[in-house]
């Protein structure tokens, strides 16, 4: 495609090997580009919610993923549509910035983008639309601050915390043991954040899973887990204040290079060399033993006459640790990675509270715990679950938790869920429109009826009325004026959202419309689409 211009200056657009390509122009590329919106919305609607459904996506080799977290759901999906691209972008940034909301943000683009539609056939222009709909976003975005509810919380009362984190876990496969998770999220989060500073490293948690056990089992570490053993079984299981050795060297004596021989043709000389052999690590044992350490964490492996010899010795040792997990050990235990004997001081050993081993059910499967350590403040979640995909759906759900509790550290704010924040906004932005005289009214208007798409699709989900459930709660609204009433998925018998402890943040369901506002305006500002006919 090229840009050229005629005699009179007027720009004109040269398609090369013109019958490969498509081209839609005007309101044709803007209703395809909704049409191509909305479907991707109306993948994701049914799994708004309590009782959303969940998604099955095979992936190329085979392998399958069981989930209902929209951001999920979209990326595994190989989407062709540029548009629909666009809306995997939108649950992306979702994600990125907020966590939790990925479902949300896209629903409410989708019934944007269908309100759009009826307004096109009306004859609004796009860019009236557009207009109207950063108009009304504000709108809603500034009402959502004056409904908003501040709690508070600290260290030993983090009570509200966990109630906001059992809604987003309520939607999940996971909701049975939504209080467990949602209080093992809280307390990594407050393990590791700066209350003054009010931020929360969440790089310091790490989600670890392994097939096996219950749900019920996970649980929160105060260190590290790796995926290791003590190398001889007699070894301790406990070590308290262990002071650790972290050897990048193998411990074993060097090895003969190849072009060298040794030649052994008597009993003599094979004792010697076995009690040299033995002298040298008796040496390396001692070395350790020497500098005050009490395990040693290996990179490399060692035999089993060393291994014998340790324990004898009463040196536990753990062997073939990853280079990644021996970083972290060392970050966490402050301790140094030690890649010579000679250079073993008693400054560089790790120092940590506790280190144990744990065994699992009637396997031989065995873990090592690294807790308190002495320098980070380091967490770990470790999730036990019937199999791989309810283990990686639990990881992405404590995700979501782990992250409205971090925004929450940052912001305290908090607004009511169960479509309570959107039905409460809908109504401020109808009253809104009266005040504008163009012919942004309907678009904001438009934009209000939006809104109301994500409480109905909550009723829809949970099987109840839509149409008839929403004007329910919306009346109630207006007649008490009490923002609070919202959609009751589970049927606890009441709307009162802060009743039933439905909670969502602040700055979420700010971004939710801010991000879904933004791509629709984007969708409606293209109305000139160029493609390859072959996609
Ligand atoms: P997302 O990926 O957008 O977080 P979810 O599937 O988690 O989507 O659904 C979140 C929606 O469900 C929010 O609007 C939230 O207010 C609502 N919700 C969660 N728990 C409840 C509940 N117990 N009752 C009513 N609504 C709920």
């Known amino acids: 495609?090229?840009?050229?211009?005629?005699?009179?200056?007027?720009?004109?657009?040269?398609?090369?090997?013109?019958?490969?390509?498509?081209r839609l122009r005007g309101i044709d590329a803007q209703k395809a580009n909704i049409a191509a919106g909305k479907a991707v919305a109306r993948i994701l609607r049914s799994s708004l919610g309590p009782k959303g459904m969940d998604k099955m996506l095979q992936g190329p080799d085979g392998d399958i993923t069981i989930t209902n977290d929209g951001a999920t759901i979209l990326e595994q999906m190989d989407v062709d549509n540029q548009i629909a691209k666009l809306m995997v972008e939108l649950s992306r940034s979702q994600d990125y910035e907020i966590g939790d909301g990925t479902t949300g943000v896209v629903?409410?683009?989708?019934?944007?983008?269908?309100?759009?539609?009826?307004?096109?056939?009306?004859?609004?222009?796009?860019?009236?639309?557009?207009?109207?709909?950063?108009?009304?976003?504000?709108?809603?975005?500034?009402?959502?601050?004056?409904?908003a509810q501040k709690f508070e919380f600290d260290i030993n009362n983090f009570e509200p915390l966990v109630q906001t984190c059992m809604t987003t876990l309520s939607s999940k496969i996971v909701n049975r043991c939504k209080r467990s998770l949602a209080e093992i999220a809280v307390k990594a989060v407050l393990a590791v954040a700066d209350l003054e500073r009010r931020d929360v490293n969440l790089d310091l948690i790490k989600v670890e899973g392994k097939v096996g056990g219950k749900l019920e089992d996970t649980e929160l570490i105060y260190g590290i887990l790796i995926d290791k053993d003590m190398s001889h079984p007699q070894m301790p299981k406990h070590i308290e204040d262990a002071h650790i050795?972290?050897?990048?060297?193998?411990?074993?004596?060097?090895?003969?290079?190849?072009?060298?021989?040794?030649?052994?043709?008597?009993?003599?000389?094979?004792?010697?060399?076995?009690?040299?052999?033995?002298?040298?690590?008796?040496?390396?044992?001692?070395?350790?033993?020497?500098?005050?350490?009490?395990?040693?964490?290996?990179?490399?492996?060692?035999?089993?006459?060393?291994?014998?010899?340790?324990?004898?010795?009463?040196?536990?040792?753990?062997?073939w640790v990853g280079g990644v997990e021996?970083?972290?050990?060392?970050?966490?235990?402050?301790?140094?990675?030690?890649?010579?004997?000679?250079?073993?001081?008693?400054?560089?050993?790790?120092?940590?509270?506790?280190?144990?081993?744990?065994?699992?059910?009637?396997?031989?499967?065995?873990?090592?715990?690294?807790?308190?350590?002495?320098n980070s403040k380091a967490v770990t979640v470790f999730?036990?679950?019937?199999?791989?995909?309810?283990?990686e759906?639990?990881?992405?759900?404590?995700?979501?938790?782990?992250?409205?509790?971090?925004?929450?550290?940052?912001?305290?704010?908090?607004?009511?869920?169960?479509?309570?924040?959107?039905?409460?906004?809908?109504?401020?932005?109808?009253?809104?429109?009266?005040?504008?005289?163009?012919?942004?009214?309907?678009?904001?208007?438009?934009?209000?009826?939006?809104?109301?798409?994500?409480?109905?699709a909550l009723a829809e989900n949970s099987g109840l009325q839509p149409i008839e459930?929403?004007?329910?709660?919306?009346?109630?609204?207006?007649?008490e004026n009490i923002p609070f009433y919202g959609i009751d998925c589970n049927d606890v018998g009441t709307n009162d959202m802060r009743e039933q402890n439905v909670f969502e943040t602040l700055i979420g369901k700010q971004q939710q419309i801010l991000l879904a506002t933004q791509v629709v305006k984007m969708i409606l500002k293209i109305d000139d689409v160029i493609s390859n006919s072959e996609y």
């Not at 495609?1 to 498509?22: N, V």
């Not at 976003?137 to 004056?146: C, G, P, Q």
């Not at 990048?248 to 060097?254: A, I, L, R, Y």
């Open 107 to 147: 629903v409410m683009a989708g019934a944007l983008l269908e309100q759009a539609e009826r307004q096109l056939d009306r004859g609004i222009h796009p860019i009236r639309i557009a207009e109207g709909y950063e108009m009304a976003s504000r709108v809603a975005v500034e009402h959502l601050e004056r409904i």
């Open 383 to 391: 999730i036990r679950g019937g199999n791989k995909m309810m283990i």
């Open 245 to 319: 050795a972290i050897l990048t060297c193998p411990f074993e004596p060097p090895k003969p290079k190849t072009k060298h021989k040794v030649d052994i043709d008597t009993v003599e000389k094979f004792e010697t060399l076995r009690k040299q052999e033995q002298q040298y690590f008796d040496e390396m044992v001692q070395k350790c033993k020497d500098v005050g350490a009490t395990l040693v964490i290996c990179q490399w492996g060692f035999d089993d006459e060393a291994n014998h010899l340790l324990m004898h010795r009463n040196l536990p040792a753990v062997r």
């Open 1 to 22: 495609m090229a840009l050229a211009f005629d005699e009179f200056g007027r720009p004109f657009i040269i398609l090369r090997e013109q019958d490969q390509k498509t």
């Open 469 to 479: 459930t929403l004007s329910a709660v919306k009346s109630q609204q207006i007649k």
């Open 393 to 456: 759906e639990t990881k992405r759900s404590i995700h979501d938790a782990l992250c409205v509790a971090r925004n929450l550290i940052r912001n305290k704010s908090i607004v009511y869920g169960g479509g309570a924040a959107e039905i409460a906004c809908s109504l401020a932005v109808d009253a809104a429109a009266d005040k504008y005289p163009g012919v942004e009214q309907y678009a904001i208007r438009a934009f209000a009826e939006a809104l109301d798409s994500v409480p109905m």
């Open 326 to 374: 021996l970083e972290l050990i060392a970050i966490a235990t402050g301790g140094r990675i030690v890649p010579r004997f000679q250079e073993l001081t008693p400054e560089k050993l790790g120092k940590a509270g506790v280190v144990r081993e744990k065994s699992f059910g009637t396997t031989k499967e065995r873990m090592l715990y690294i807790e308190h350590c002495a």
